[in-house]
């Protein structure tokens, strides 16, 4: 049985709706470890080259991606709106499959619905899941570990912001080393 890798060639990333009212309704310690972890996810994607997608939730309701993402996302128009809680829409579906992404890192909001229900449909569907457990939050902090597990049974792999940075560049050798190594030293535990 294939060990599940994460490969800079193989992955994407996706942010699941770390939103304006969403977030406010999380603890205050684990929304601005929610925050950074996620601003440093998007930059980690940007200095390795790997593709994002950012989701809003039904933004008309629950507003924009929280402003520190927002200035974080070198490209605006990878948000993708959506009303389904799985972040696998269509558009999302369609444009991994356009990268030829087999690997997807989730973050985001909540762990025991939109994430949990993304990892699901990508795993059903063919693709590995690695749910970074320092980067998802919820508002009921209870519900995080049920959700790793489900997801876990599901076939997802948890990982965190470090050991995917690391595992993702492979060696100190990599040029995006140094950059990282900078980023890491901002993540919040």
């Given at each position: 049985m294939p060990i599940p890798r994460?490969?800079?060639?193989?992955?994407?990333?996706?942010?699941?709706d770390v939103q304006e009212k969403l977030v406010q309704a999380i603890p205050d310690r684990q929304r601005e470890k929610l925050i950074?972890?996620?601003v440093i996810m998007l930059k980690m994607a940007g200095e390795l080259r790997i593709p994002y997608l950012v989701t809003e939730h039904y933004p008309a309701g629950l507003g924009r991606t929280v402003e520190p993402l927002a200035a974080a996302m070198s490209n605006q128009a990878a948000r993708v709106e959506k009303t389904r809680f799985s972040a696998?829409?269509?558009?999302?579906?369609d444009l991994l499959r356009s990268w030829q992404r087999t690997?997807?890192?989730l973050c985001g909001i909540e762990a025991h619905v939109c994430v949990m229900q993304?990892?699901?449909d990508l795993q059903a569907g063919g693709r590995q899941s690695f749910i970074v457990s320092d980067a998802i939050a919820a508002m009921?902090?209870?519900?995080?570990?049920?959700?790793?597990?489900r997801m876990e049974?599901?076939?997802?792999v948890t990982t965190?912001?470090?050991?995917?940075?690391?595992?993702?560049?492979g060696d100190a050798r990599h040029p995006a080393r140094q950059a990282c190594v900078e980023l890491a030293k901002a993540i919040r535990f």
């Open positions: 994460l490969r800079i060639q193989e992955s994407a990333l996706l942010v699941v950074n972890n996620c696998l829409v269509d558009v999302v579906d690997s997807v890192l993304t990892a699901l009921q902090p209870d519900q995080i570990q049920h959700a790793l597990r049974a599901a076939g997802a965190g912001v470090m050991a995917a940075m690391y595992e993702l560049l």
